[in-house]
């Protein structure tokens, strides 16, 4: 089994930063792409950033110039800066990793059990 730690969250004011990590443990092979979504109140589950076994990333929009995504493969570590937070930032963030167990079982998605961060005005 895999199963992944987030930590990191909390409470901010706008402007501030925060630095979620997101652990993975357990029977693991390897781990191709990683990527962290986030859930606001009242809207759908929406990628925030994703980043690729190679080290390519991906943003929304809205986090563009503001957000870093990262990974320590030697830690199986998802990382991810926020800084210059804002408000509409609030939500429930979820790490995802696609995660092989061994070499003769095709990957699955494994998702982390979720990190409030809450940024005030």
């Known amino acids: 089994q895999v199963q992944l730690l987030e930590s990191g969250g909390g409470l901010v004011q706008a402007g501030g930063s925060l630095r979620l990590s997101c652990a993975a443990s357990?029977?693991?092979?390897?781990?191709?792409?990683m990527g962290w979504y986030r859930r606001a109140p009242g809207k759908e589950r929406e990628l925030v950033a994703s980043?690729?076994?190679?080290?390519?990333?991906e943003y929304a929009d809205s986090v563009k110039g503001r957000f870093t995504i990262s990974r320590d493969n030697a830690k199986n570590t998802l990382y991810l800066q926020m800084d210059s937070l804002k408000p509409e930032d609030t939500g429930v963030y979820h790490c995802?990793?696609?995660?092989?167990?061994?070499?003769?079982?095709?990957?699955?998605?494994?998702w982390g059990q979720g990190t409030q961060v809450t940024v005030s005005s």
């Open positions: 995802n990793m696609r995660v092989r167990r061994s070499s003769w079982i095709p990957e699955y998605d494994y």
């Open positions: 357990g029977s693991i092979f390897s781990i191709s792409d």
């Open positions: 980043i690729t076994s190679g080290g390519s990333t």
